[in-house]
C-alpha cells in the first residue's frame, strides 16, 4: 500500500468514528463517509468492501485496544478497588481528550457489536474481571458479577449521554472522583480506594 492509499485509508477511518459517535452506525451512509473523509465513493470502496467491514475494523480494533489499555492499568494495582479507581479514571479522561473515540466505543457499542468479532478480551470483560475479584475476595458485596458491571458501566455512560444533551455541564474528568466514589459504594466497598488520581 502506498503512503497516499494508507493516508486515504486513515482518513476514512478517522470520519467514521466520527460520523459513526455523532449520527449512529445504522444512521451514517456510505455517501455520509466518503463526504466527512473527502473522497469519492468509490475510493471508499477500494479500501473497505462494505459499511459493515469498516465499522467490524475499527469497533474490533479500538474496542481491543481499549481492552488491552484497561488491563495493563488493572496489573498495575491488586486492590479491585484500586484497579476499578484507575480504570474509572482513566475512562473518564478518554471522554474528555478523545469523545468520539469514546462514543463509538461506550455509547454506539449496542450497534457495533454484532459486527465485531470479540476475540480474547473486552473493556466489559475488564470491569467484570476486577468486579468478580472483589467479590470473590469479599472486598465487594455478594451480588451477581454480571449485574454490577452493568450498574458500573450505566454510571460511566449515562453522564455522558447528559453531556451530549447538555443536561450536565461538567466534563468527565471534573466528576472523575464522584463517580469513583459513587461505583465503589455502589459495589459495597469496604473502604474508599487508596489511590491518588493519575
Known amino acids: 500500500m502506498t503512503k497516499k492509499s494508507e493516508a486515504t485509508k486513515a482518513k476514512i477511518e478517522e470520519a467514521a468514528i466520527r460520523l459513526f459517535a455523532k449520527q449512529g452506525i445504522q444512521e451514517t451512509s456510505t455517501r ?17 468492501p462494505s459499511k459493515d467491514a469498516l465499522v467490524k475494523l475499527l469497533f474490533d480494533k479500538h474496542y481491543s485496544e481499549l481492552a488491552e489499555h484497561w488491563d495493563a492499568l488493572a496489573r498495575q494495582k491488586t486492590d479491585p478497588r484500586d484497579k476499578l479507581s484507575y480504570i474509572l479514571r482513566d475512562i473518564c479522561k478518554l471522554h474528555d481528550e478523545e469523545p468520539d473515540r469514546f462514543r463509538f466505543l461506550l455509547l454506539t457499542q449496542h450497534q457495533a457489536l454484532p459486527y465485531a468479532g470479540q476475540n480474547g478480551k473486552t473493556p466489559v470483560s475488564v470491569l467484570f474481571d476486577i468486579i468478580s ?28 449521554v447528559f453531556m451530549i444533551y447538555q443536561r450536565l455541564d461538567a466534563s468527565m474528568f471534573s ?24
Request: a negative charge.
Open 32 to 48: 455520509d463517509l466518503a463526504a466527512g473523509a473527502g473522497v469519492a465513493e468509490g475510493s471508499l470502496y477500494r479500501h473497505f
Open 133 to 160: 475479584e472483589g467479590v470473590e475476595k469479599g472486598i465487594f458485596r455478594d451480588a451477581s458479577p454480571d449485574l454490577m458491571t452493568a450498574f458500573v458501566l450505566g454510571l460511566i455512560t449515562q453522564p455522558a
Open 175 to 198: 466528576i472523575r472522583e464522584e463517580l469513583v466514589t459513587s461505583a465503589l459504594a455502589c459495589l459495597g466497598a469496604n473502604e474508599t480506594s487508596r489511590i491518588n488520581a493519575p
